[in-house]
């Protein structure tokens, strides 16, 4: 299962808003043991969002979208992504009502026409209501491809997508992913900031070349970071294959290890 995350939003490619939801994804299937081998980033335009899903469709099996949800003219994310599977958007009186409450809520009686558009889904797809705002979330599957569709607000796009996950994208891989990070630390006359990543790498050798656990460096602004990342059917079944090579790295590194955690953000 390869999957592929497609961010939408003007704003993220001007660099107004940090892009805080493609990483929080990407953490998540990480931990549902989904191989996510892209990202990618467009704005609110209709023929550019079409034309990345149709590159994403091509290379990955699920697509995870966020953005493009809203009321407004731009918010074309749906229209998109429905035409990839032959669907036309149809009314879901549920989702008129959850809106319509919700907007009641915040003292809001008389629905604009805009606001009506959440109401309107791609037929035949699951449709998730959004418990904390008003687009819903959208699962369309067609054959061994689907497409997710959450809302861009982060607090919106994790409530709706821990929904997802408990419906359809935890059914999708029998493993899991497990990571160790092992911080390098530096000779006492040194700042950790100028350990060079490459004496490192040289150190272990043949180690990096692992698939699995896979071993990686990554220069940080304080030293160096060396990741083991394991799959297995279990957590316990990736710790039993991550345990051997972080002994062996140990034994290569020796005092130059600052500490060894599993990584957990």
Known sequence: MVAEIICVGTELLLGNIVNTNAQ????????RGIDLYYHTVVGDNGERVKEVIDIALKRSDLIIMTGGLGPTKD??????????????????????????????????????????????VPEDSLVITNPVGLAPGLIMAQGDKAIIMLPGPPKEMKAVLSECCNLF???????????????????????????????????????????????????????????????????????????????KIAEILKDKIAWVKEDTD
Do not use: C, W
């Open 24 to 31: 929080y994804i990407s953490r998540e299937m990480a931990r």
């Open 75 to 120: 918010d074309l994310t749906k229209e998109a992504a429905a035409s990839f599977f032959g669907k036309k958007l149809v009314f879901d009186r549920r989702q008129y009502q959850h809106v319509k409450e919700k907007l009641e809520s915040y003292g809001i009686y008389e629905m604009a026409d805009s606001q009506k558009k959440q109401a309107m």
């Open 169 to 247: 994208i935890n059914k999708l891989s029998n493993q899991v992913f497990v990571s160790i990070n092992i911080k390098i630390k530096g000779p006492d006359e040194l700042p950790l900031s100028v350990i060079g990543e490459g004496p490192i790498a040289d150190e272990l050798g043949d180690i990096l070349d692992n698939s699995n656990p896979t071993v990686a460096t990554y220069a940080k602004e304080d030293g160096v970071l060396i990741r083991v990342t394991a799959s297995g059917h279990t957590r316990e079944d990736a710790l039993i294959a991550i345990k051997p090579v972080v002994t």
